[in-house]
């Protein structure tokens, strides 16, 4: 299940090329992650088993720039779910075309927030994952 979020480019995102700056990209696709698992509750069934997903790997392809006033449209799904990490994918699209802007995979593995060791997603935190899951 896709979730999305509109971000307006801004003075302050640009480098001084005049667009968005590389690295703005990877806050872009943060802020609608925390969105996204902001919408599903996700944070707080975390919280209740007092785990955390931890970003291990994300892979970027930057497809055109970013200028100011772009309203950038950015959807996030959970794409799979392995035995301890799961597979985010986002899209950048640049609003009222079908322009992509960026598109990433991210991957996260579950941690023991007093472990700070990666566990086996089970239980619970799966079954509300495997609800997210793009289908």
Known sequence: MADSIEIKVRGY????YGHV??????EFLEEARWSFFEHHNTLEVFAEFKLAFVLVNININY???????DVL???????????????????????????IVADAIITFALMDMKTNKAVVIEGDVREKLSNMVAR
């Open 13 to 16: 995102h640009l480098d001084i």
């Open 21 to 26: 700056n590389n690295a703005r990209y990877l």
């Open 63 to 69: 497809r055109r720039p970013g200028f100011p006033d």
């Open 73 to 99: 449209h950015i959807t996030t799904q959970v794409e799979s779910i392995g035995n301890k990490s799961c597979k985010v994918s986002q899209k950048i699209i640049l609003q009222g075309t079908d322009e």
